[in-house]
């Protein structure tokens, strides 16, 4: 008998947010979520999301013990946005047990019939400006930062419960020591070219990060306005990445395109931290989180192309190509072996010819599953 608690206290709150942790505390590709950030970000008094929106937390629980959690979400912008009564579940976790599972999925799906919404997808934390997908294919490894993790058996408990695919997102893995120098040559002679027609690439002024942050919302909800399951971000959710972000920020990986004083183009790397965080405990930062951060920064060997876009306008114009270029160049410089540039939809059939182009590979899949609210 599996009974499903829903989340109303911090006490609450907290083992929904450490369930993960016990769930996969023997596997070693595992990398616990910072506790301070998902707090923040599933805490209704804090969280810039639920400003907008809502979300209702749940526990499972089976002889006494928990067994899974799932959130559902009904995302009040993405229906303004798209104009369709669509919802989603998130935060999904669960022990390779069916009734648990389909104990979760349709306390999630019977509280999104309530709301009048007629389909639900997912995995979504809480959009696809969060954290999203299933993992799918490379349970080999561990996570980049801010990507997903889950065991294989999930796949069929979706497809079991009656989840078909909705789309695939890839994430292409670049080695620094195969990139020739021909790529690296072609991204100067196209950054040559911009010059020519007046655009520029710069790095982020980290003196006026706020001020780069805001420059940098409007481009980025336009660049990525076509694709599949995309709402533009809030001033309050981009603030709170950025401000989650700053203390790892690299300014040398973070490229602007601008032409005639105007921002076009937007490209942040981030350092690959789930290279520390993977042994931190249960994702606390106390008593000596932010210092092994803060001091293994330097150690870190891996990097995340975490967004990379261009105005429609100027995106056949090679800008894309040099931002990834820069990357490399800064990566050789800073001796980082390795880049994941993630995620690219499936259908984005630009942005996957550029990583191609440049010799990057896909090595690991999410999806995100969809099936009708009944």
Not at 200 to 218: D, G, Q, S, V, W
């Amino acid at each position: 008998m599996v009974e499903i608690i829903e989340v109303k206290s911090k006490k609450q709150l907290t083992q929904f947010i450490d369930f993960p942790h016990e769930l996969y505390k023997n596997d070693p590709n595992y990398v616990p979520m910072l506790y301070m950030e998902q707090e923040a970000l599933l805490n209704k008094a804090k969280s810039p999301f639920l400003k907008h929106s809502e979300a209702v937390y749940y526990l499972a629980v089976k002889e006494g013990k928990f067994v899974g959690r799932i959130a559902a979400i009904k995302n009040n912008n993405h229906i303004r946005f798209t104009g369709k009564q669509e919802g989603f579940f998130g935060f999904f976790d669960v022990i390779n047990d069916y009734e648990a599972a389909n104990a979760l999925l349709s306390k999630a799906e019977a509280w999104l019939k309530t709301k009048g919404l007629n389909k639900i997808f997912g995995p979504a934390n809480f959009s696809t400006n969060e954290t999203v997908g299933l993992l799918i294919e490379n349970y080999e490894e561990p996570p980049f930062i801010m990507n997903t993790y889950n065991a294989p058996y999930y796949i069929d408990i979706l497809e079991k419960y009656g989840f078909k695919k909705s789309t695939d997102l890839l994430c292409y893995e670049l080695i620094t020591a195969e990139m020739q120098d021909e790529i690296i040559e072609l991204g100067e002679r196209l950054e040559g070219r911009l010059a020519e027609k007046g655009i520029t690439i710069r790095k982020i002024n980290m003196k006026n990060y706020a001020e780069e942050i805001n420059n940098f919302l409007p481009v980025y909800n336009e660049s990525w306005i076509e694709n599949t399951g995309f709402v533009p971000m809030t001033d309050d959710e981009v603030r709170q990445i950025g401000k989650d972000l700053k203390p790892i920020v690299d300014p040398d990986f973070v490229y602007f395109a601008i032409k005639d004083g105007k921002m076009i183009g937007v490209s942040l790397t981030v350092p690959n931290i789930n290279e520390i965080q993977i042994n931190m405990k249960r994702g606390r930062l106390l008593p000596f989180g932010w210092w092994k951060i803060l001091f293994g920064l330097k150690s870190i060997k891996s990097v995340r192309v975490l967004a990379l876009g261009t105005l429609k306008e100027y995106r056949r114009l090679g800008i894309d190509v040099c931002f990834y270029v820069r990357n490399i160049k800064t990566a050789r410089a800073k001796g980082i072996v390795r880049a994941e540039a993630s995620w690219i939809l499936e259908n984005n059939t630009m942005m996957n010819r550029s990583l191609e182009h440049i010799n990057g590979k896909v090595y690991r899949k999410y999806r995100i599953y969809e099936k009708p609210v009944s």
